[in-house]
T-cell receptor, first 114, second 111 residues
Framework: DVKVTQSSRYLVKRTGEKVFLECVQD?????MFWYRQDPGLGLRLIYF???????EKGDIPEGYSVSREKKERFSLILESASTNQTSMYLC?????????????FGPGTRLTVT | QKEVEQNSGPLSVPEGAIASLNCTYS??????FFWYRQYSGKSPELIMF????GDKEDGRFTAQLNKASQYVSLLIRDSQPSDSATYLC???????????FGSGTRLLVRP
């Protein structure tokens, strides 16, 4: 079974803090993704990575950066947290080699910025 | 026009009935189609995926794909109250690693 884990289920940070969200997958997947999910707005892609050290912007990258130094780990960084970044953050991974590209999600991190 | 469209619902069905969830997509180059289930406060969980026109069955779930009409549906037979959740449709275009998600249909199964 694919397992995707995220570093925290719930996180509360103050405005202006630097925030790190970590995601680890154990299935040797090449692709990893960060989404945020807000009521009424659905899942929105922030960044994705298709290989170590490679990254591409998604639909809403502003205010975020990412790091992928190892294949199994993909980090999302909020450089200076703002209240409008309060959201559920979801990490996902998928395999390129399987040909099916289905994504498996971690449990999510509910981030509150006060 | 949204790339992947779903009726937001809620779709309400009695226990034991067939629930039919629909999804349309705009990109004719789409290759793979996915259904996810998401319980409130939880992350999406993959139910099944389909590539070819026709039906694909997995237990009580059947995915149906019609590429000519650009639509994909999910049928849930013998619906149970535990099936009450939001169902997300996702589509992958050729030569992309990304999935495009619909906003989901909320399903309520009444006991």
């Amino acid at each position: 079974d694919v397992k995707v884990t995220q570093s925290s289920r719930y996180l509360v940070k103050r405005t202006g803090e630097k925030v790190f969200l970590e995601c680890v997958q154990d299935m040797d997947h090449e692709n990893m993704f960060w989404y945020r999910q807000d009521p009424g707005l659905g899942l929105r892609l922030i960044y994705f990575s298709y290989d170590v050290k490679m990254k591409e912007k998604g639909d809403i990258p502003e205010g975020y950066s990412v790091s992928r130094e190892k294949k199994e780990r993909f980090s999302l960084i909020l450089e200076s947290a703002s209240t409008n970044q309060t959201s559920m953050y979801l990490c996902a991974s998928s395999s390129r080699t399987s040909g099916s590209y289905e994504q498996y999600f971690g449990p999510g991190t509910r981030l509150t910025v006060t | 026009q949204k790339e992947v469209e779903q009726n937001s619902g809620p779709l309400s069905v009695p226990e034991g009935a067939i629930a039919s969830l629909n999804c349309t997509y705009s990109d004719r180059g789409s290759q793979s189609f996915f259904w996810y289930r998401q319980y409130s406060g939880k992350s999406p969980e993959l139910i099944m995926f389909i590539y070819s026109n026709g039906d694909k069955e997995d237990g009580r779930f059947t995915a149906q794909l019609n590429k000519a009409s650009q639509y994909v549906s999910l049928l849930i037979r013998d619906s149970q109250p535990s099936d009450s959740a939001t169902y997300l449709c996702a589509v992958r275009s050729n030569s992309s690693y990304k999935l495009i998600f619909g906003s989901g249909t909320r399903l309520l199964v009444r006991p």
